[in-house]
């Protein structure tokens, strides 16, 4: 099993959601979160005052799946959130040592 997270610009989880339950991912979870990368923010001209905003708003993505799932979730996350334009985001893949349901108290891939 893996952890799959993903930080990706907020107007493509639309989108990335349909690619990645196309290819059959049962549940994602999605959380609102600020950070930088490279960028580093931009600066911006409110009523007349410069300021710069250090945090830019993005979208973190968190599926977990079997194995044999984690390329072609990775592959359709690259492929849909993909704009060319710096800001674009990043994947990252984890080991999952375990996963339990709590309702029905299975684990492993069942509790997937």
Known sequence: MKKIEAIVKPFKME?????????????????????FGR???HTEIYRGA????????K???EI?????????VV?????????GKIGDGK?????LEQAFRIRTEETGDKAI
């Open 59 to 61: 979208i973190k993505i």
């Open 64 to 72: 977990t799946v079997s194995d044999h799932l984690v390329e072609a």
């Open 91 to 95: 994947v990252f893949v984890l080991p």
């Open 39 to 41: 960028q580093k923010g």
């Open 15 to 35: 989108e990335i959601k349909e690619a990645l339950v196309e290819i059959g991912v049962e549940g994602l979870t999605a959380t609102e979160v600020k950070g």
């Open 75 to 83: 592959s359709a996350i690259i492929k849909t959130a993909k704009t």
């Open 50 to 57: 410069e300021y710069t905003v250090d945090f830019i708003p």
